[in-house]
């Protein structure tokens, strides 16, 4: 958070590219969080994630930061025009939670914002900036701008160029400059060459790594709390047992194997209506 507050007071945008399991999205909303309690500023924030995680987004603001009303912007195109009818308004919402597809296909409607914060998550898609969805978020008004990636470097050097050039474009303007910069080509500078783009990135790129957080990470504590059956549970459990069990004993004289498979079976069974009646 605070690497992301000082760039925030700098004016400079920036990729934080931690590893994955170490809560890029949580630390992103504290950001938000930040900017509605110190400064005041309500949004509108959008933020731009996988279809797959939307819900696991919106369930962390409502954990986290119930103090934004945030929007769930998903749906087909009836569901999508009349989301756009009632809250595309200013002051309708704080955040837009939505999916990279949803703001390809619905541009227009959110050029119409100048959006305070755009965060965009598993920002490695757009390590091509011809792609559409690149173009597009190109022309949004946008005050800052954040990008999520757990592999910021994927295939190439110009990818990162890519992602760079989304947020800083005065800076990293040409890429076959940045290209040039970095050639590996030659294994004697490679060395030289990795030190000085870590050189470069430092102000842009936060990552951090499991090994690098650990010493800072309360140790894991397990606590097992024993509980009653529920009047049903103990009443199904006994039910279960004498039925099975008086089979296993009228069956004692069968094979070792096919007693040891009903015995497992009465234990799933059990085991069953443990967790639920």
Known sequence: LDWMVSMNEKNLNGILADEMGLGKTLQS????????????FSGPFLVLAPKSTLANWQREFKHWAPCFDVMLFHGDKDQRQALIDERFVPGGFDVIVTSYEMVVREAGA???????????????RMKNE???????LRTFDTH????ITGTPLQN?????????NFLLPDVFTNSEDFDSWFDLKDKQVEQEVITQLHRVLKPFLLRRIKVDVESSIPPK???????????????QYKNILKRDMDAL???????????KSRLMNLVMQLRKCCNHP
């Open 249 to 259: 004993y009228q069956s004692s004289g069968t094979a070792l194997t096919a007693n």
């Open 110 to 124: 959110f050029r119409k914002f100048a959006w305070r914060y755009l965060i965009v998550d598993e920002a490695h």
């Open 156 to 164: 190439n050097l110009h990818e990162l160029w890519a992602l760079l």
């Open 221 to 235: 504590t397990e606590l097992i709390v024993y509980t009653q059956l529920a009047p049903m549970q103990r009443e």
């Open 29 to 40: 909303i504290s950001l938000l969080a930040w900017l509605k309690q110190t400064k005041g």
């Open 144 to 147: 800052s701008r954040l990008l």
């Open 130 to 136: 011809e792609s559409k969805l690149s173009q597009i």
